[in-house]
């Protein structure tokens, strides 16, 4: 499984980005999409996740009520919408494939190059 991650970029606190992750390769019903963030000196931190063959999701704390994640089966693609953006969700945001939904990094086989979100307040 290939993951392509994109969307990031530099918004004001309040503000909103939409992130995509490409999915190619053996995708379909087989793995299940999670989005990780990163900021600079903290570890991987688990944001959301979609089950690409039920569509359940799971959630952090950080981001309930804010953040939103969906797929689009026909394009192979999952989207984390973020709103009501704040400075601490500056990081770097990472897709990640697994065969089974999990909140934890090592859970994980597949992981996209990661997309830079800067949020200024």
């Known amino acids: 499984v290939q993951l392509q991650a994109s969307g990031g970029g530099l918004v004001q606190a309040g503000g909103s980005l939409r992130l995509s992750c490409a999915a190619s390769?053996?995708?379909?019903?087989?793995?299940?999409i999670a989005w990780f963030r990163q900021a600079p000196g903290k570890g991987r931190e688990f944001v959301a996740a979609?089950?690409?063959?039920?569509?359940?999701?799971v959630y952090a704390d950080s981001g309930k009520g804010r953040f939103t994640i969906s797929r689009d089966n026909a394009k192979n693609t999952v989207y984390l919408q973020m709103n009501s953006l704040k400075p601490e969700d500056a990081a770097i945001y990472y897709c990640?494939?697994?065969?089974?939904?999990?909140?934890?990094?090592?859970?994980?086989?597949?992981w996209g190059q990661g997309t830079q979100v800067t949020v200024s307040s």
């Open positions: 990640a494939a697994s065969a089974r939904l999990g909140v934890h990094h090592w859970q994980y086989d597949y």
């Open positions: 390769g053996r995708t379909g019903s087989s793995y299940d």
């Open positions: 979609i089950s690409w063959s039920t569509g359940n999701v």
